[in-house]
């Protein structure tokens, strides 16, 4: 009679993962010491504003899940509303805890790869993605540039330079990624990948290196194949980035409301919020931490004048970086415990 040899113990990836997640929102809170202090400020704010500021920051997610889905199932990939979402919201709050936003795309790679999407075709859907939402924040912040400069020449002229570079970076990032659907240059990236791979031999044979890039590349082409006769669902994704970028934008004007001011109308709040993003979205610290708020005090500080700048900046980042962060951390944690119990149930 044999005697089957035991069981290889698995490692718990799953529970490391979710432990490493809530130790990242622990370190957050610790090393945010003003976030602590927010509560206090919003308890005695106007809540009807702040209730808005909710509302507004939900439909822009909808809006996030929603383009998704529709260049999922462009692809004929069959996605409803909450997976997008729950996507778009993963993608968001990898972006918020990565230096420079680069962990957003590749974690959301991951999860729909473990819904069996491949690598390739889920990058191009998410790089189409974003290409979609920088030609909308370009747009709405070129707009707001020529709309305002005569405001912010005569009262602020300081803040136009950092304007403009924002403006050309985020602009070179629109024809950059837009290349990325050209043959000749997703060609070069992948030879360049292959050869950096083959620098470590080692681990390139044992990860199948060559053949997955081949894969990868393989799968974008198709994509690309597939989009030259649905550029419809393009257009519709800009179309639809342009509202979203706009209600993203628009919850600095209900914080500015609920500190009781009323001078500003809601253009010309929406218009200084896009120019801000723009001047700060391309630096290195996580969520642009530090640039924002510095960015907040310069571009905002006409607007808060009873000595509540620094006040708003907490409540601002508030509903903008930190409620995304936990939320984002609880839905991780959440779906990597229920994701482990069916792979346990599935192997049982």
Request: glycine share 8%; with cysteine; proline share 5%.
């Amino acid at each position: 009679m044999s005697v089957l040899p035991p069981k290889k113990k698995k490692f718990p990836w799953g529970m490391l993962y979710i432990a490493a997640t809530i130790l990242a929102v622990v370190l957050f809170g610790v090393f945010n010491r003003e976030f602590g202090n927010v509560f206090y400020t919003i308890t005695h704010l106007t809540p009807g504003n702040l209730s808005m500021a909710i509302v507004i920051s939900v439909a822009f997610f909808f809006f996030e899940g929603g383009v998704i889905m529709l260049l999922m199932r462009s692809q004929n990939i069959p996605m409803g509303l909450g997976a997008s979402m729950k996507i778009a919201l993963i993608g968001i709050y990898y972006s918020y805890i990565t230096p420079s936003s680069t962990g957003g795309q590749p974690m959301q790679a991951a999860y729909l790869r473990r819904d069996h999407v491949p690598v390739g075709l889920s990058t191009a859907v998410l790089i189409m993605k974003f290409f979609c939402y920088q030609c909308a924040f370009v747009l709405c912040s070129a707009l707001s540039f020529w709309a305002m400069y005569g405001k912010i020449a005569a009262e602020n002229p300081g803040i136009i330079p950092f304007i403009v570079v924002g403006l050309l970076i985020n602009g070179g990032s629109v024809v950059f990624f837009g290349s990325l659907f050209c043959r000749p240059v997703l060609g070069a990236i992948c030879r360049f990948a292959k050869r950096l791979a083959g620098r470590f031999p080692k681990l390139s044979v044992r990860f199948h290196a060559a053949e997955a890039i081949d894969q990868f590349e393989a799968d974008f082409d198709s994509y690309t194949d597939d989009f030259k006769e649905k550029k419809k669902a393009v257009v519709w994704g800009v179309l639809l980035s342009i509202p979203q970028f706009i209600l993203q934008m628009s919850v600095l004007y209900f914080v500015y409301r609920s500190f009781g001011y009323t001078q500003a109308g809601y253009g010309e709040i929406v218009a200084m919020q896009s120019l801000l993003q723009s001047s700060v979205s391309f630096m290195p610290m996580p969520g642009a931490s530090g640039a924002q708020e510095i960015g907040f005090s310069s571009f905002l500080r006409p607007y808060f004048v009873n000595n509540d700048l620094y006040a708003a900046v907490m409540v601002w980042r508030f509903f903008t970086y930190y409620l995304v962060v936990i939320a984002g951390a609880l839905l991780v944690v959440v779906d990597q415990f229920l994701y482990g119990r069916r792979k346990a149930a599935g192997e049982g």
